[in-house]
């Protein structure tokens, strides 16, 4: 296991259309997280998954915007109708609930998405 | 409201040199304080993490404290070199963060002139 996937790394689009990222965790670990991060700033919270089950999900996170984990292992991430407003990074993390707080998260490379 | 402040927001320094980044928070209450280093166009990865009863930690040439009285932490860097060059986040956990009950800080940006 080679850490935490994303894919793709880069993604343009032409606003209104629909995109989806995904993310492979750490196999053995339960949590997963996605965040969005602009220029500048620091990595702001959308949604995380426990298993399978979407436990949280920020005011950040639209009715554009959806993610499912659906066996409990990757995550996508789907924008729909994309705005400009959505160019940002997109970073996936994962962790485990028993060594959470002592290992932290592990986080992805992340998705480039530009909006033209 | 929950909060990380760091300073500076950007560093130029010479190699070799050290340098120290500051957080400042006011999560309540306090669980633990992560510094990640995020290479431009990358995903953070973990420096430190310290608990309530840390005070300090090191990995390598990076070093940080912790000081849960005053809700300050550090990140020293000892002899910089070209390959530090990069934003360093402070994360703070606690309640009503969002996942976990993290805040995370908008990161110093950190330039190592040869």
């Known amino acids: 296991d080679t850490g935490v996937s994303q894919d793709p790394r880069h993604k343009i689009t032409k606003r209104g259309q629909n995109v989806t990222f995904r993310c492979d965790p750490i196999s053995e670990h339960n949590r997963l997280y996605w965040y969005r991060q602009t220029l500048g700033q620091g990595p702001e919270f959308l949604t995380y998954f426990q298993n399978e089950a979407q436990l949280e999900k920020s005011r950040l996170l639209s009715d554009r915007f959806s993610a499912e984990r659906p066996k409990g292992s990757f995550s996508t991430l789907e924008i729909q109708r994309t705005e400009q407003g959505d160019s940002a990074m997109y970073l996936c993390?994962?962790?485990?609930?028993?060594?959470?707080?002592?290992?932290?998260?592990?986080f992805g490379s992340g998705t480039r998405l530009t909006v033209v | 409201k929950n909060q990380v402040e760091q300073s500076p927001q950007s560093l130029i320094i010479l190699e070799g040199k050290n340098c120290t980044l500051q957080c400042n928070y006011t999560v309540s209450p306090f669980s633990n304080l992560r510094w990640y280093k995020q290479d431009t166009g990358r995903g953070p990865v973990s420096l430190t993490i310290m608990t309530f009863s840390e005070n300090t930690k090191s990995n390598g040439r990076y070093t940080a404290t912790l000081d849960a009285d005053t809700k300050q932490s550090s990140l020293h860097i000892t002899a910089s070199q070209l390959s530090d060059s990069a934003s360093y986040i402070c994360v703070v956990s606690g309640m009503g963060g969002g996942a976990d009950g993290l805040t995370f800080g908008k990161g110093t940006h950190l330039i190592i002139q040869p």
């Open positions: 993390a994962s962790s485990s609930t028993g060594t959470q707080i002592r290992l932290g998260y592990t």
